[in-house]
């Protein structure tokens, strides 16, 4: 995919967190979500529970071998959807390529987390930490509407907060890789890629 060989990195001030500001132009951004959606109509996006049992206000799916899913269970991943017990839909080879160019990371990712933010929607401040090799990066790309993504060290203390435009793409790396994170809002209207409104935010990661 042309559109995307050659991204321009911005500095974060957090060492590990890697930005690349429209990484996806317009036309890369168009195909991927028609990739994503068609894989929705196989694989639903369904609401998540926490273990308490309470319902996430993200809707989620997943692409590839794997996918992470949330219930009365716990967290883990898992090779098939909650709902429909059938494997995840493959991920896109524009995903794998985005995950050799930008991480050149040697091993590909096994699992793509799809979250679907509409209107007020938006994910507390965690870790990711249910992967087996935690020096992996993850890698998130984000579509649709702008979101306020706050960031902060993994050892606590102060944090940050910038915004992720579609066809943003961002990395937790190295010294970032357990960093605290979560979405406080979108800001909506601020684009009319999603059909019916909001944002799609896909994280690539090696689970297993
Ligand atoms: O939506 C985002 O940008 C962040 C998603 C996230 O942190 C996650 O799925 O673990
Ligand atoms: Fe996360």
């Known amino acids: 995919m042309a559109s995307m060989s050659s991204p321009r990195e911005t500095p974060t001030g957090l060492p590990g967190f890697r930005l690349w500001p429209g990484a996806l132009d317009a036309a890369a951004q168009a195909v991927l979500l028609d990739q994503v959606l068609a894989a929705a109509r196989t694989a639903p996006f369904y609401r998540p529970v926490t273990p308490g049992g309470r319902p996430f206000s993200v809707e989620m799916t997943g692409l590839g071998p794997l996918a992470w899913v949330s219930d009365r269970a716990g967290y883990r991943y898992q090779p098939t959807h909650p709902v429909t017990g059938e494997a995840w839909p493959p991920m896109p080879q524009a995903l794998l390529d985005l995950w050799d160019a930008l ?106």
């Open 103 to 208: 991480t050149g990371w040697p091993v590909p990712p096994d699992a793509c987390l799809v979250n679907l933010y509409r209107l007020d929607a938006k994910m507390g401040l965690h870790q990711d930490r249910d992967e087996a090799d935690l020096t992996a990066p993850v890698l998130s790309v984000s579509l649709g509407d702008t979101a306020v993504f706050r960031i902060g060290a993994a050892e606590g203390g102060r944090t940050q907060s910038l915004k992720l435009a579609s066809g943003d793409v961002c990395a937790l790396t190295g010294p970032a890789r357990l960093a605290r994170h979560g979405i406080d809002r979108l800001l909506a209207g601020s684009s009319q890629l999603v059909p019916g409104g909001g944002r799609i935010n896909l994280t690539l990661r090696r689970a297993r």
